[in-house]
């Protein structure tokens, strides 16, 4: 039973590359203000749901819906312009650029590594630079980079460059942050403070969907879990319910 009042509801949706359902008749819905995370095995499809959401792959069949508009197959641009921003698996970030350009790069508008001119956000933003430098400071602050604005973003830490990622993406003003993976490859502490950070983001009433494949870095984070193996929803409900799940034990165990 899929609410449909959620903020984002993905109904019925599939998608195969060749021989492999990668999505598989999945439908799971988002409640504005929650944190949200998607778990999973790889090759569960956990990113292929990210691709369809955001317009980097259009579905076989389904159905997405954003603040009850349909939005299924829609450009990746004007997802962003919608209020859905990401960050990626594997960190994309532009070598010649410092953290500030980057970030500022981000109240334009960046998708699937293509930039485009600042074709939406406020009036504000695009007739006004000095209002989007002054946006990107306060960001920067927020995400813990503003020491680090005139450094390369490549050349930082790991963990700091998923936060340049993170800042770039709250640049673009999200009603609804994409993560994918972000604390993956992270040591111990890196992990810690972004999930921090996510609570941070959070609370300023910016709803996240986050994909996991540790189940117990979630499990203190979210509101709610749904469970994905081979495309399709294995389980869902909040953190206490999925932990000790059998199908999810033995989804776990059996890869
Ligand atoms: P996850 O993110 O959960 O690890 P993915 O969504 O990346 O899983 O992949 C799900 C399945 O779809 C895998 O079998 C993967 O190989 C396949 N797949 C994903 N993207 C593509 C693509 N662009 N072309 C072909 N197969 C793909
Ligand atoms: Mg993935």
Do not use: C
């Not at 830490?157 to 993170?166: A, C, H, L, T």
């Amino acid at each position: 039973n899929v609410n449909s009042d959620g903020i984002l509801t993905i109904k019925n949706l599939s998608k195969s590359f060749g021989g492999i359902k990668a999505v598989n008749d999945l439908s799971f819905s988002i409640t504005e203000g929650h944190i949200h995370a998607v778990i999973g095995p790889n090759g569960a499809g956990k990113s292929t749901v990210f691709n369809l959401i955001t317009g980097v792959f259009m579905p076989d069949n389904g159905e997405v819906r954003f603040k009850n508009r349909n939005i299924t197959s829609m450009r990746t641009d004007h997802v962003a312009k919608a209020g859905i921003s990401r960050t990626f698996q594997n960190i994309r970030l532009f070598p010649e650029m410092t953290v500030f350009e980057t970030v500022l790069m981000g109240t334009y508008l960046i998708t699937g590594g293509k930039v485009f001119p600042a074709l939406f956000l406020t009036k504000n933003f695009r007739n006004n630079e000095k209002a989007a430098k002054e946006r990107v400071e306060e960001i920067l602050h927020f995400v813990g980079l503003w020491d680090m604005r005139d450094e390369y973003a490549a050349k930082l830490s790991y963990g700091n460059q998923r936060r340049v990622e993170i800042a770039r993406a709250l640049a673009m003003n999200p009603q609804l942050l994409l993560l994918d993976e972000p604390t993956a490859g992270m040591n111990p502490q890196e992990t810690k403070e972004l999930m921090d950070l996510f609570s941070l983001v959070n609370k300023q009433g910016i709803t996240i969907l986050i994909i996991a494949h540790d189940m117990n870095l979630v499990n203190v984070l979210s509101d709610q879990i749904t469970v994905i193996n081979f495309g399709e929803k294995l389980a869902e409900g909040p953190p206490k319910m999925i932990h000790n799940h059998p199908a999810v034990i033995e989804a776990y165990m059996g890869r």
